[in-house]
């Protein structure tokens, strides 16, 4: 396989922001893998709570491994992912987009989508959630106004989390989700819980910090709703800890490292009887068309990443108010739109 590596700054439609920070651009970097006259894509975008994932950073670490992944060819993902791991295991940012790039090259070559190499019949469901990020009552108002959809999830960790909801539940009958970004103490959510089941909420994403685990296990006892790890859940190995204070887990591509353990954690998910939901980063459809190929085994998703760009660079899956459009393609079906 040939590698090369592309990098971009994109820029979003309004400020995106959540209990911790706030942004008006998103870098990421495209990994692009070919072999016989075909490309497969990857992507790994930056984000400060995360170590290791500035842009210099994941070029150099894929860089550093670049004659072993030029060794290899794209026949076995799963094998190449448990070699690169071991140098990328600090990476894991990098390391997903180099997976993606892998599976969507090997399924291309194997001229089908990526999903009916995994045995799984497309629905184009569940529905990704549309984010609202922290901003003013009145810019809520506006946005769910000009991008009504069925579900949204609302970014929490504000002064009035509460009073926030209840005026967004008298502008719609969609379907609520929320997630504080470990912003709450546990007798803080454990009280919101009960005001948020009331407002119809479904669950609450990640409500304290990542490492609260004894926070955890009394909001666990006493939440009136389910709860969903995100920070809390980086790679499979944490998944036996989480299962004891979580209702399901917010599987994220470049938290796990891409596709390969993603689908192991799936799988060890489901056998906790646990829900799954897999979420973006903020990225572009090159992303959000590897996610779309793990929709049919998933109670949840969070995908909406592209409708916040104010220009995207490819075409792929379509998120929509009624479930997701994949392209014609194979693989993954990410397209570069342009010449990159």
Not at 47 to 72: D, F, G, H, S, W
Not at 208 to 221: I, N, S, T
Request: charge should be negative; hydrophobic fraction near 40%.
């Amino acid at each position: 396989m040939k590698l090369t590596i592309h990098t971009f700054d994109l820029t979003l439609k309004h400020t995106f922001a959540i209990s911790r920070r706030s942004f008006n651009h998103q870098k990421t970097l495209i990994v692009e893998l070919s072999q016989d006259g075909l490309s497969g894509y990857g992507e790994a975008t930056v984000n400060p709570y995360y170590p290791n994932t500035e842009i210099e950073v994941m070029r150099k670490a894929l860089e550093t491994i670049r004659p072993q992944i030029e060794a290899k060819t794209a026949d076995d993902p799963a094998r190449c992912w448990e070699e690169w791991q071991t140098a990328l295991s600090e990476y894991p940012f990098a390391l997903c987009a180099l997976d993606v790039a892998c599976w969507d090259l090997h399924a291309r070559l194997q001229q089908q989508a990526l999903y009916k190499l995994w045995n799984t019949e497309w629905t184009g469901k569940p529905i990704s959630c549309y984010t609202l990020s922290i901003a003013s009552l009145e810019v809520l108002r506006q946005r769910m106004a000009e991008t009504p959809w069925p579900v949204y999830k609302i970014k929490l960790g504000t002064k009035d989390d509460i009073g926030l909801v209840e005026s967004l539940r008298k502008e719609t009958t969609a379907r609520f989700l929320v997630d504080a970004n470990a912003a709450w103490s546990a007798d803080e959510a454990i009280e919101k819980s009960i005001a948020l089941k009331a407002l119809g909420v479904e669950f609450i994403e990640q409500p304290l910090a990542a490492d609260d685990w004894q926070g955890m296990a009394k909001l666990y006892a006493h939440s009136a709703l389910p709860l969903i790890a995100d920070e809390s859940c980086r790679k499979i190995a944490d998944i036996p800890r989480c299962a004891e204070c979580f209702h399901g887990i917010n599987i994220k591509l470049m938290k796990c490292g891409g596709l390969s353990p993603a689908l192991r954690m799936i799988q060890q998910i489901r056998n906790l009887k646990l829900k799954v939901m897999v979420g973006c980063m903020t990225e572009s459809t090159i992303g959000i068309s590897a996610i779309a190929q793990l929709l049919p085994q998933l109670d949840y998703v969070d995908m909406d990443g592209p409708l916040f760009l104010k220009e995207d660079i490819a075409r792929g899956a379509k998120v929509t108010a009624k479930g997701t459009l994949l392209a014609d393609e194979n693989g993954t079906g990410a397209q570069p739109i342009g010449q990159w």
